[in-house]
């Protein structure tokens, strides 16, 4: 079971989650960030320090969730490893940033 970035993560992007990810497993979409499930070893180290609670187990994500995250392109230009990688959203809150 992987993990899926939701709706909260639209337009914001804050990338903590990028920054801890010990298998480097983010990619980065103009609106939000997706975790591809065929490289999330299911750590939970992103889920706690989403500072937008974006972050749930797959079987915690309505179905519209899960395809969108199935639908996403995992191409290698997508990839982000570093939070300063990350291109914040229009939502993104410097007081929410950590």
């Given at each position: 079971m992987a993990f899926v970035v939701t709706e909260p993560c639209v337009n914001c992007k804050y990338g903590d989650c990028v920054e801890v990810c010990p298998?480097?497993?983010?990619?980065?979409?103009?609106?939000?960030?997706?975790?591809?499930p065929e490289e999330c070893i299911d750590c939970?180290?992103?889920?706690?320090?989403?500072?937008?609670?974006a972050i749930f187990p797959a079987d915690e994500c309505t179905q519209e969730w899960i395809?969108?995250?199935?639908?996403?392109?995992?191409?290698?230009?997508?990839?982000?490893?570093?939070?300063?990688?990350?291109?914040?959203g229009p939502g993104w809150d410097a007081a929410k940033a950590g």
């Open positions: 298998v480097e497993c983010f990619y980065q979409a103009e609106d939000m960030l997706y975790i591809n939970t180290a992103c889920q706690p320090v989403c500072p937008v609670a395809d969108r995250n199935a639908a996403f392109p995992w191409a290698p230009e997508y990839k982000v490893t570093k939070k300063d990688q990350v291109v914040h």
